[in-house]
């Protein structure tokens, strides 16, 4: 059994400056910790080569995997080698206040964004410029959830790879398909037949009237044909050429006093939307 003690050990410096976004890129390497995510990246090894799998090295205390035993049975099946490692190694290498006790270092996952349109997806989730780890994070879990066939992270739209966007998706980073695209996106998408609905608070069609066109027209409604959701920045939304580039501007109904919706929240009611008009049709 291998036991790692020093926290100052090379090995343990080099995998900690993965938390920065130069070190990542230059590496292709990212963290992923806790029990939740490092179940979710070795059930995404399962049944892969060694040459396709993510985890190139997982960490963790005796106690921790002992804690976990479905954990430390899908490391037996999948022969992932384990490096057991003190608390304070562990605390080296993670990004968090208080480690759980167990961490991976992989690789990195996303695919083209050829890849991904050429699957015909019905339901992609876009992020532009969306720059709160913990709204990327949260919008790519939604998409998850909601059976979206992919997530899109535009240029200037924060590292997918954040330790906190990471954490954020709950483990759905390892569940769906997503993409870092560059500035010839749109043209991409409109070639692929994606209908692009831009999610804007101050939208000219109301999310509630689409999904009530979807009732009764069925495929031949909006809602229900392939999407693309375009989802904005926090503080300034979207911009006018990345409204220009939407089919329509959507907005959320808000029948309460609320000023507004946080783009995650709104990105979930949106996709969910979209969700059940296209399994209705």
Known sequence: ????????????????????????????????????????????????????????????????????????????????????????????????????????????????????????????????????????????????????????????????????VVRSTAGSLFHVPFALAGEDWLEQMRTAGLTILAADGYGETDLDALLDDAAAQGSEALLAKPTAWLFGNEAQGLSEEEEQSAHARVRVPIYGKAESLNVSTAATVCLYASARAQRGS
């Not at 339901?123 to 790519?140: C, M, S």
């Open 1 to 164: 059994m291998q036991m790692l003690t020093n926290p100052r050990a090379d090995r343990v410096k080099a995998y900690a400056k993965l938390r920065m976004r130069s070190h990542r890129l230059r590496e292709g390497l990212f963290l992923v910790e806790g029990p939740q995510a490092v179940r979710e990246a070795l059930e995404y090894d399962a049944g892969r080569s060694r040459s396709e799998r993510s985890i190139v090295e997982f960490f963790t205390t005796e106690w921790a995997l002992e804690k976990h035993e479905d954990i430390a049975e899908l490391v037996r099946r999948s022969g992932t080698s384990v490096t057991y490692a003190e608390p304070d190694v562990i605390a080296a290498l993670a990004d968090t206040a208080t480690p759980q006790g167990m961490l991976a270092v992989c690789r990195m996952i996303d695919v083209p964004l050829a890849e991904l349109l050429a699957g015909r997806p019905r339901l992609l989730a876009v992020l532009a410029r969306i720059q709160d780890p913990g709204n990327a994070g949260t919008i790519l879990r939604a998409a998850d959830s909601a059976g979206a066939a992919g997530v899109v992270f535009l240029p200037e739209t924060v590292d997918p790879y954040n330790p906190k």
